[in-house]
């Protein structure tokens, strides 16, 4: 059984700040890529940087600049550090980890359960 546990979500004023973590735990073996999701909305779910476990990092283009994203290999663990934050940015962000399974040796992609982000006056 892996788990994928985010915290670090809230309600924040335009042009704050929030810094998102998601840990791994259970029977995983590996991580490779790990990354940031977030679903607004009425819409669907969109894939917002990610970061391999050699620290090669991604972001849609709508973050760059404002968003960072880090991790901690000996933790399982993955940070989004987000700055400049807009109501465009309110959405429930998930956590996704691709891994190999430490039971049966297969590749899976585990995913939190999700946070929520309010960016509003």
């Known amino acids: 059984q892996v788990q994928l546990v985010e915290s670090g979500g809230g309600l924040v004023q335009p042009g704050g700040s929030l810094r998102l973590s998601c840990a791994a735990s259970?029977?995983?073996?590996?991580?490779?890529?790990m990354g940031w999701y977030r679903q607004a909305p009425g819409k669907e779910r969109e894939p917002v940087a990610d970061?391999?476990?050699?620290?090669?990092?991604n972001y849609v283009n709508s973050v760059k600049g404002r968003f960072t994203i880090s991790r901690d290999n000996a933790k399982n663990t993955v940070y989004l550090q987000m700055n400049s934050l807009k109501p465009e940015d309110t959405a429930v962000y998930y956590c996704?980890?691709?891994?190999?399974?430490?039971?049966?040796?297969?590749?899976?992609?585990?995913w939190g359960q999700g946070t929520q982000v309010t960016v509003s006056t």
């Open positions: 259970g029977s995983i073996f590996s991580i490779r890529t």
């Open positions: 996704k980890a691709d891994g190999i399974s430490g039971t049966d040796w297969r590749r899976y992609d585990y």
């Open positions: 970061i391999t476990s050699g620290g090669v990092t």
